[in-house]
């Protein structure tokens, strides 16, 4: 059985294709991914703009035929922030289905949450101590709160890169009171997080997807560190610090130059950084990794094990 999991998340579309046995076994033929920006110029008006409707039916019929040269016997495909929040979502789902047959479930807040657990630990195997997973895409951010591998809490919040740019529009680079601002911003949305880790206190940050997979290539990069990563990275609470402030001294022009970043993230890293550091001083955690394992991950998990019908 060969299948692909198509993520169409707010900044990025996602293909994986595995091919697995009724034994729980798999083997990933292609993980790949696309800048779309689905979300640009239109989440403070909760649309999706004409500009950006075009390159997600672009992308998605791109992967399909992607999909179908691999001969996949099934496509799951599932939206995010952006499809779930917007007005005209249902008519991109409405015409995904008419030019491919493919449904986009659009996953709601708590379910996306579920996932990026699921596909967390497959990353890191176990997690052996309490901890709090995060994970940020361009339209929200889900947390998680995790104990002895199990999900004590989990919500999603307003708190995507993409939003938070749209939503602040800050100078280039940001000023320290636009950085304060955003701050006190995240203090007050994150108050429900808050009440919880006083109650279930951790010191681990695991964090999944893209603005997380930016941090550990530049702090790579910055030490020299060739090592590919495979599930997961150990990140240095110095070398995050150290880059958090180069990131928010630098203009975007000089942020596309910075070796490990890529390009379509150099406008929402820095909002990226400021939610990192943010939680990691606020709930004094100092112990942080990287799980290259997220949503599309989970969903592969739930497919080999049989709870998604194929």
């Not at 975007?252 to 550091?277: C, H, M, W």
Request: charged fraction near 25%; hydrophobic fraction near 40%; charge should be neutral.
């Amino acid at each position: 059985m060969v299948a692909a999991v198509i993520d169409c998340g707010t900044n990025t579309f996602n293909l994986l294709i595995a091919e697995f046995h009724i034994f729980g076994q798999h083997r990933i033929l292609l993980n790949t991914k696309k800048s779309v920006k689905l979300g640009e110029g239109g989440l403070a008006n909760n649309q999706i703009t004409p500009q950006a409707f075009q390159r997600g039916i672009k992308t998605f019929l791109e992967f399909v035929d992607l999909a179908r040269d691999f001969k996949a016997d099934t496509i799951k495909a599932f939206g995010t922030s952006a499809v779930r929040s917007s007005k005209n979502g249902p008519d991109f789902v409405k015409k995904i289905l008419e030019k491919t047959g493919v449904i986009i479930q659009v996953l709601n807040g708590d379910t996306e949450a579920q996932y990026i657990f699921k596909g967390a630990s497959l990353a890191l195997e176990n997690i052996t101590e309490p901890a709090l997973i995060m994970d940020i895409g361009g339209g929200s951010t889900e947390f998680i709160i995790v104990e002895e591998e199990q999900v004590l809490w989990k919500r999603s919040f307003d708190l995507g890169a993409a939003r938070l740019l749209q939503e602040f529009r800050p100078h280039d680079p940001m000023l320290p009171d636009e950085i304060n601002r955003v701050k006190d911003h995240f203090k007050e949305v994150l108050l429900p997080l808050s009440f919880k880790l006083k109650k279930n206190p951790v010191n681990l940050l695991i964090g999944c997807s893209g603005s997380f997979e930016s941090i550990a290539e530049m702090i790579k990069a910055g030490n020299s560190d060739p090592t590919p990563i495979e599930k997961f990275y150990n990140i240095e609470l110095q070398d995050l610090t150290k880059l958090y402030q180069k990131l928010i001294l630098t203009t975007e022009s000089e942020r596309k130059n910075i070796p490990g970043l890529v390009e379509y993230r150099a406008d929402t890293i820095v909002f990226a950084s400021i939610l990192v550091r943010h939680v990691l001083k606020r709930f004094k955690i100092d112990k942080i990794q990287y799980s290259s394992y997220a949503l599309k991950e989970g969903i592969l998990a739930d497919l080999v094990n049989n709870r998604i019908s194929v």
